[in-house]
């Protein structure tokens, strides 16, 4: 099925941004139609493959834009006239099916009584029910073909579809749905969790980490809970239930600032550097520059998030990202959470890391 539109779907607020950075990444690319968090561009050069590669931090999803349902206007359901633009892909393939809504509220914004997804959950039971044919599950796997159903509004519904790759969340509109325990000292413990989801890191149990920023141990929560030793970098208080996870030793707290760390501070054998501060990029990407010679002979990769405080700094990212590849990370990707606010999630593996490779590859 050709088709020379692309859908993207992206945070509230950062619209501006993906249009800057596909107008750069993308020439060929035009923009055609957004609703918030929702954009579609029309490849002024041809079709759109179903294996298409779009180089694009700010785009949590992507794929063929194939049609539109407006439940208020079909002739026949939602559902009929969805499995209608979709049966010439179903004649051809088995499809993974993925539905999913467009954000609607900022992150940490949500009204008290909202449930993310409720729309999206109802079409996809229909969805399922009106066509027996689709692969078991949701996640997807490298060459599923992937039927994308956008719930772009209530009654409005975006229809597209990929083939399944490295290059695209396997989860329906990039979530994956993390259950945060109540326990859990703060949101870090979140993105952390959806970043090692997204990236596929292969980060195991007995692994030893190094956290900058790591107060008050959302992250580093999420990684004890893992199996994994932690040091944390942090001037500022950890919670209770980090320093004495199941009364384990395997967390230690440097409780200074990260300019004060000497190599003797930490230990042999670190495989793992996280870094999550509430600064401006440039304050950050000096510490991970003091951080990374002190342990990158066991060093495999970096889990980063980046805050933009200010959304001019979008323009800089691929000069942040050429900052930390300097570093002796050839492989880097970069991506917005669904959990981020105003940041970026960076997954970089050194050239000894690259031997492992994601998980989910």
């Known amino acids: 099925m050709n088709s020379p539109f692309l859908f993207t779907t992206c945070q509230l607020g950062a619209e501006p941004a993906l249009k800057s950075e596909i107008a750069r990444e993308h020439p060929e690319f035009r923009f055609a139609f957004s609703r918030p968090g929702f954009l579609t561009f029309k490849n002024v050069s041809g079709f759109v493959a179903p294996d298409f590669q779009l180089n694009s931090v700010f785009a949590r999803t992507y794929g063929v834009s194939i049609g539109t349902v407006n439940a208020a206007e079909a002739e026949g359901s939602a559902v009929s006239e969805i499995l209608k633009l979709a049966a010439p892909l179903m004649t051809a393939k088995t499809l993974r099916l993925h539905v999913w809504e467009r954000d609607q509220f900022s992150v940490g914004e949500e ?7 409720a729309r999206a959950r109802v079409l996809e039971k229909e969805l399922r029910a009106g066509e027996s044919q689709w692969l078991s599950g949701t996640r997807a796997e490298s060459g599923d073909w992937v039927l994308d159903v956008i719930v772009v509004e209530d009654q409005k519904f975006w229809v597209g579809f990929h083939e399944a790759s490295f290059a695209h969340s396997p989860f329906p509109g990039s ?5 945060v325990p109540a326990e859990a000292p703060s949101r870090a413990y979140l993105k952390l969790e959806q970043g090692l989801a997204w990236s ?11 956290e900058i920023g790591s107060a008050p141990g959302g992250a580093s929560f999420a990684l004890l809970k893992r199996g994994v030793s932690v040091i944390g970098i942090d001037p500022g208080m950890m919670a209770p239930q980090v320093l004495s996870f199941r009364e384990s030793p395997r967390f230690s707290h440097l409780c200074k600032s990260v300019v004060r760390i000497e190599k003797d501070d930490l230990p042999q054998g670190v495989k793992w550097l996280l870094l999550d501060m509430n600064t401006e990029p440039d304050v950050s990407l000096a510490a991970l520059e003091r951080i990374f010679p002190m342990i990158q002979e066991s060093l495999m990769g970096m889990l980063l998030t980046i805050k933009l405080n200010d959304w001019d700094f979008a323009r800089e990212i691929p000069a942040f990202l050429e900052r930390i590849r300097s570093l002796g990370c050839p492989r880097i990707r970069a991506t917005q959470l669904p959990g981020n606010k105003q940041e970026i999630f960076v997954y970089a593996l050194t050239r000894r890391g690259q031997t492992l490779g994601p998980k989910r590859r």
């Open 111 to 117: 009204p008290p009584k909202f449930h993310k997804g």
């Open 200 to 210: 596929g890191c292969p980060m195991t149990s007995g692994d030893l980490a190094v």
């Open 175 to 179: 979530d994956p749905e993390i259950v």
